[in-house]
């Protein structure tokens, strides 16, 4: 069973940065899109971020300019860099990875990582 392992969550001042990284506890065969997602309290899960195999991106409009997400397809691990951070990012952030052939896909989650922003 493969495992996601999410880290760089904490506690930060609004204006402030942080780095996530989640990486798969063994290799993965052809992951094509790597992404993040959070969850508030009371809250839905929602996009944040999404990353296929060619590198293309995708970003939910509240995190436009502010977050960058990266991979690197050797190491199976995902990135998600987070400036200018804002209380209203407070959330457990979340990756996902989904990928395989067809008959064959699969769909992995972290454990998740909270962020919280203070104002």
């Known amino acids: 069973q493969v495992q996601l392992v999410e880290s760089g969550g904490g506690l930060v001042q609004a204006g402030g940065s942080l780095r996530l990284s989640c990486v798969a506890s063994?290799?993965?065969?052809?992951?094509?899109?790597m992404g993040w997602y959070r969850q508030a309290p009371g809250k839905q899960r929602e996009l944040v971020a999404t990353?296929?195999?060619?590198?293309?991106?995708n970003y939910a409009d509240s995190v436009k300019g502010r977050f960058t997400i990266s991979r690197d397809n050797a190491k199976d691990t995902v990135y998600l860099q987070m400036n200018s951070l804002k209380p209203e990012d407070t959330a457990v952030y979340y990756c996902?990875?989904?990928?395989?052939?067809?008959?064959?896909?699969?769909?992995?989650w972290g454990q998740g990582t909270q962020v919280t922003v203070s104002s």
């Open positions: 996902n990875f989904r990928g395989g052939i067809l008959g064959n896909e699969y769909d992995y």
């Open positions: 990353i296929n195999s060619g590198g293309s991106t």
């Open positions: 063994r290799s993965i065969f052809r992951i094509i899109v």
